[in-house]
């Protein structure tokens, strides 16, 4: 069984549309894909009515989070869209998106980089606007050759010269969200210490005291000695370690099922869960 919980499309910073990725991940070879955008679940109907027979997908969102200064993103699985604080709480995050995205373009602009507003629309195509669009509007003015490469200090990276905070979400405060809706939560590539400063292992065990289910532990960007380490801790503080791709298609290099999760630990999150259930396919549309 290939489970893949950590996947956008492009009601977030994706560029598979939602029905896209469901049947890529049934191509793939997946047996269960969870559908994660960024602070929304926007793309959930559309994946569902499109969902192939034999993949399950499981309904989740990537919380945007920030803890001392630093930013982290949560994994929500299985909770109840409709839960009116959650729900509040993600619109609050989504709504600053555009405000932001706006500001780095104009520090960008002010750096001499010709991006315009106009441009990173086009790229985001109606999808929750973020720093990877904005990434890819380098690429294609040829300021970087990928989109990593504007992950940098010198250009997106946390406190970057083009850099503008957001409305991120204290992830004590995530969590206790997510539990009232009904969810699981899992703390998303806590080690990519490529993206930026990283959480402290000591803060993850409070934010498992707390109530957090799980770390993502085999993920692009944890190298072996990460994951063992990261995997070690899981169970040092009673958490449950998952595997994903993060898959974003054609923005980042990774497969769909690049890295996967164990089907018990998904059995367990299933357990866990009260605020909604895996979706089977049905064939799609």
């Known amino acids: ?128 606007v973020g720093r990877p669009h904005i990434a890819s509007a380098l690429v294609e003015l040829g300021v970087v050759p990928t989109v990593g490469d504007a992950f940098t200090p010198e250009w997106l990276a946390d406190g970057g010269r083009a850099y503008v905070p957001k409305h991120e979400t204290d992830p004590f405060e995530a969590i206790r969200l997510v539990k009232n809706a009904g969810g699981v939560t899992v703390f998303a590539h806590p080690a990519a210490v490529k993206r930026g400063r990283t959480v402290p292992e000591a803060t993850t065990a409070k934010l498992a005291e707390a109530g957090l289910d799980g770390i993502e532990v085999d993920h692009m960007d944890h190298d072996p000695a990460t994951r063992t380490r990261l995997r070690d801790l899981a169970g040092e503080v009673g958490l449950l370690a998952t595997g994903s791709s993060d898959y974003h298609g054609s923005r980042k290099t990774v497969a769909l099922g690049a890295n996967t999760t164990d089907p018990e630990v998904y059995g367990e999150i299933i357990r866990r869960a009260t605020g909604a259930f895996p979706v089977p396919g049905t064939g799609g549309s």
């Open 1 to 128: 069984m290939r489970i893949d919980l950590h996947c956008h499309s492009t009601a977030s910073d994706g560029t598979d549309t939602p029905a896209e990725l469901v049947r890529n991940a049934a191509r793939a070879g997946l047996d269960v894909v969870a559908l994660t955008d960024h602070d929304t679940t926007r793309g959930h109907a559309e994946a569902i009515a499109a969902l192939p027979e034999g993949l399950t997908l499981v309904p989740g969102a990537e919380l945007s989070c920030r803890t001392d200064g630093v930013s982290m993103h949560l994994l929500a699985y299985l909770f109840d869209p409709e839960e009116p604080a959650l729900l509040a709480e993600r619109e609050l995050v989504r709504d600053d998106r555009v405000p932001r995205a706006r500001a780095m373009v104009a520090r960008l602009n002010e750096l001499g980089v010709p991006v315009a507003w106009e441009q990173v629309e086009r790229i985001a195509a109606g999808g929750s």
